[in-house]
């Protein structure tokens, strides 16, 4: 292995774990911004019940990626496993080494199925307020910027599977670099995009035309 592959390799290896990390505190985030618009009980368990689920697929993939099927190089490039991208080869042959069948299908389907419940929580939390139709879809229209997030780590995840087998991962890999960055900002971004339509809804409700100003607008 050259300097520059070695070099780039590592470089990589970090950036997956930095990836990992910051979507896992963009997902946290929002699910907090929720549950500090509530007071009603069954509203700010359900929140923390999908935190704690964020947190835990955060860490998880992190100690995954981490850690590798062969921790003494699970920087390594050329190794297949180490970047969480197994060949069809490893099913042929049983029984089947269950650190070798993690892979980034498994981290991004499961944080797929953390945005959708993401993408749930407003709905959950406006549905029986006392307030206009048009401050609800007010809210849920900011909430509803995290959706792209979910075809671009579908892009990734299948960019990765169709070069799982390529002689020049170091190119080909590009592309799928590129996914995680916009899907890795973007998320950023979404994140605090609810703040604005937030603070919209407080300057309405301040000028009496909501629910009024002592407490939330719960039924």
């Not at 900011?142 to 960019?159: C, G, K, V, W």
Request: aromatic content about 10%; glycine content about 4%; hydrophobic content about 45%.
């Amino acid at each position: 292995m050259t300097q520059l592959t070695l070099i780039t390799s590592q470089t990589f290896y970090a950036s997956n774990l930095l990836y990992i990390a910051t979507l896992a505190l963009a997902k946290s985030s929002t699910s907090q911004l929720v549950a500090r618009l509530t007071r009603r009980k069954e509203h700010t368990t359900a929140c923390g019940i999908i935190s704690v689920l964020i947190g835990f697929w955060g860490l998880v993939s992190i100690f995954a990626l981490a850690i590798g099927c062969h921790p003494s190089r699970s920087w390594d490039l050329t190794d297949r496993c180490s970047n969480m991208v197994c060949a069809s080869s490893t099913f042929q042959h049983f029984p089947i080494d269950l650190t070798q069948t993690v892979s980034w299908d498994a981290i991004e389907s499961t944080g797929i199925l953390l945005e959708m419940a993401l993408l749930f929580l407003p709905i959950y939390l406006v549905w029986d307020l006392q307030m206009s139709y048009w401050l609800k879809a007010m809210v849920l229209s900011a909430f509803a910027f995290r959706i792209p997030i979910i075809p671009l780590a579908i892009a990734r995840i299948r960019n990765l599977n169709v070069i799982a087998n390529s002689t020049d991962y170091t190119f080909d890999v590009v592309l799928a670099i590129v996914f995680a960055q916009v899907e890795m900002h973007y998320s950023l971004i979404a994140a605090t995009i609810p703040c604005q339509a937030i603070s919209q809804s407080a300057q309405y409700r301040l000028h009496g035309n909501g629910c009024g100003s002592s407490g939330p607008c719960t039924s």
